[in-house]
């Protein structure tokens, strides 16, 4: 619906114009006029009445018989209409009214003045598009985009160069154990006035009747793994046995893991060489339900490319495994508890360049001594009524990770294992005695890793 305003020719404001638009006698023409500011429109011909199509999209006042005062107040598209003396049409103006993005622009140009980033307007939001350098010159221009329209903001920009990171990454536990005991048990046993007479004393594994009735027939009751000596004499009617027992442990574990993995700029990629532990869960129905926690080595990681080849990386790394010492039992159900270890970090670093996550040590000591009450403070005989164990674990953990910048490569490029070997055929297998058929020199271009050693340092072992 149109709004017809007949404007007296002697009403005049003090304004001062943006930008100057003449308008002449027949034609139509588009005016863009920014959101809150002004533009001031001269005819050739001097108007009597002046109208607007929608005055919520701009509104207008006149300066003189032919100066028109054009307010933008709200993102749309309307018309403005000049008329003459005799109420005959001068022209028709469209007036199309756009949020202002000049101070936007300035303030894009100062704060990324490398990035080609074009800026248009689209009713009243902000359409950013071209290509940025970085996933965070993309993500600053966007957040200053929503100081000026907030939650009207389109992003069509693209980010160029490199934007896959793979990460390259080497866990290494080394575990080592060491326990050791010292045990001696003492049997006396005889005829005495014609009485039976029997005494164990000590801290081995002889001090039961068993064991007793064992030394003095001269047999070992040792059930430990470890080293027994037996000593026997006969004071008179008493036989005297001594059973001295000794025990030593070692151990030694290596753990390893050198996953590769490849993300794309800010997005998470996840790694797990383990398994999963069944835990069961009551349900308020009385039921029993089962959840599956994860253990074994774990990796995530979110990288982001930044400028000049920076590679920001945000890492949680883990490493779990059952602990048969920890554990609880309900109903039946024995539930056992995790040994962890874990480390988060964020890091900036180049393509190739690494970083080492040291020093997360353990180191368990115990520590204990069993001995017959008085008897074994005697001094020098009183090691024969008392024992001591020790034992003492340690493990370190390692973690060493590389990213680099990577992007697709062709599939002739890469290689399994399985390429240079095939199954043998019936005549290799049993007049032969292959177990299978190497096919290297028949298709020696199945891809640089295919080609190196089998027997090399790295790669896959068969033998």
């Not at 027949?26 to 011909?45: F, H, I, K, Q």
């Not at 001097?46 to 509104?59: G, T, V």
């Not at 790394?317 to 039946?332: H, K, M, N, R, W």
């Not at 270890?341 to 360049?353: A, C, F, L, N, Q």
Request: with cysteine; net charge negative.
């Amino acid at each position: 619906m149109a709004f017809c305003a007949c404007v007296a020719l002697g009403s005049v404001h003090s304004v001062s114009a943006e930008t100057l638009r003449i308008v002449k006698q027949g034609t139509t023409s588009t005016l863009n006029v920014p959101m809150n500011r002004a533009v001031v429109v001269e005819s050739d011909l001097p108007f009597a009445e002046l109208s607007i199509a929608n005055p919520s999209i701009a509104d207008f006042s006149t300066l003189s018989d032919r100066t028109v005062y054009l307010l933008g107040k709200s993102p749309g598209l309307t018309t403005l209409t000049l008329l003459d003396g005799s109420g005959r049409l001068i022209s028709n103006v469209d007036v199309r009214v756009a949020a202002d993005i000049s101070e936007f622009k300035e303030r894009l140009r100062q704060i990324l003045p490398n990035e080609k980033i074009e800026v248009r307007t689209a009713n009243d939001g902000i359409v950013l598009s071209g290509t940025v350098g970085s996933i965070t010159a993309l993500d600053q221009a966007l957040v200053l985009a929503e100081r000026y329209a907030p939650q009207r903001v389109s992003n069509l920009m693209s980010v160029g160069g490199v934007q896959q990171v793979m990460l390259k990454v080497r866990f290494a536990e080394m575990q080592r154990s060491v326990a050791k005991s010292l045990g001696s048990s003492l049997a006396l046993g005889g005829n005495v006035a014609n009485n039976n007479v029997g005494l164990n004393l000590g801290t081995g594994s002889g001090t039961s009747s068993t064991g007793q009735a064992n030394i003095l027939s001269g047999a070992s009751s040792n059930t430990g793994g470890g080293a027994a000596t037996l000593i026997g004499f006969n004071a008179g009617p008493i036989e005297v046995g001594i059973l001295l027992e000794a025990l030593e442990t070692k151990g030694f574990v290596r753990t390893l893991a050198e996953p590769n993995l490849t993300a794309l700029s800010g997005k998470k990629a996840e790694f797990l060489a383990g398994g999963e532990y069944p835990v069961p869960v009551a349900q308020d129905t009385g039921s029993v339900s089962v959840e599956y926690k994860n253990f074994g080595i774990g990796l995530e990681f979110t990288p982001t490319v930044l400028k000049d080849g920076l590679i920001n990386l945000e890492l949680d790394a883990s490493v779990s495994s059952l602990d048969p010492s920890s554990f609880y039992t309900a109903g039946g159900i024995t539930v056992y508890g995790f040994k962890t270890r874990k480390t988060s970090t964020t890091v900036e670093m180049k393509d190739g360049e690494s970083f080492a996550i040291a020093g997360l040590l353990q180191d368990d000591f115990s520590d204990n001594a069993k001995q017959v009450p008085w008897l074994g403070d005697v001094p020098v005989l009183g090691a024969l009524f008392r024992s001591a164990d020790f034992s003492r674990s340690q493990s370190e953990l390692v973690i060493i990770v590389t990213p680099h910048l990577v992007t697709p490569t062709r599939g002739q490029a890469l290689a399994l294992p399985t390429d240079r070997i095939r199954a043998p055929s019936e005549k290799d297998l049993f007049l032969n005695g292959k177990l299978y058929k190497d096919l290297s020199r028949i298709n020696p271009g199945a891809g640089e890793v295919a080609r190196q050693d089998f027997n090399s340092s790295y790669g896959y072992v068969l033998d």
